[in-house]
């Protein structure tokens, strides 16, 4: 990962890095367990309670020693990009999760190794295995949906688009910028935030068959 183009200025800590990280595990853990509920009457379930169990250990992993205010400003955080996917039914929600959750996961990796390279030391160690096997999770539980509704995928694709760009937004809040904030010493940094989690976005939708 080339680094040349980041403002170090706007790198998190490690130490508001990893509160973040939990938090997204176990907001997944949750978000998971409730779908698994709703879809308890489709053949999704079983796959969405596989997810919700990788989420779990994933957030058993990660070492949340770090100080209250920054476990509060990363709850904070997560539950605002919570609050801007919501869906309006349980496919909206599930895509979101998959989605945002991806999305959010993504840019919080490339920001820890980002401070990692910045600070001349070893990556922070991340759950990744877990990540990816709960993303594989949810996957199949869409190609459970897609095959009991052949007309889901074209409302679903447009409703992805619509989450990929409010998780860009959120994403600039990660670098301590307000949404509709400018600020021109920060624009490579976010060029590069962005288009790294829109490439592993599209990567994610192409792997469910939809048009990112």
């Given at each position: ?36 509920g ?17 989420f ?67 990556a ?44 860009a937004?959120w ?24 288009s ?17």
């Amino acid at each position: 990962m080339a680094t040349s183009s980041v403002n170090p200025q706007f790198i998190p800590s490690i130490a508001r890095l990893r509160a973040l990280e939990a938090a997204i595990f176990s907001r997944g853990e949750q978000e998971a367990a409730k779908l698994a509920g709703d879809f308890v009457d489709s053949g999704a379930c079983e796959s969405i309670a596989a997810a919700r169990d990788e989420f779990a250990a994933a957030a058993a992993e990660v070492d949340t020693k770090t100080e209250a205010g920054d476990i509060r400003t990363a709850d904070a955080s997560v539950d605002a990009l919570r609050t801007a996917v919501a869906g309006h039914d349980r496919q909206e929600e599930l895509l979101s999760l998959h989605i945002a959750l991806g999305f959010a996961v993504d840019a919080v990796t490339l920001l820890l190794g980002a401070r990692a390279e910045l600070s001349g030391t070893e990556a922070e160690p991340t759950a990744s295995e877990r990540i990816a096997s709960a993303q594989e999770s949810l996957a199949a539980a869409f190609d459970a949906l897609f095959a009991d509704d052949t007309l889901l995928d074209d409302r679903l694709a447009m409703w992805g688009r619509r989450v990929a760009g409010d998780c860009a937004v959120w994403a600039r809040t990660l670098l301590g910028l307000e949404s509709d904030e400018t600020k021109p010493e920060a624009d490579e940094t976010v060029e590069w935030l962005v288009s790294h989690c829109f490439s592993e976005h599209s990567r994610r939708m192409n792997k469910l068959k939809l048009a990112a």
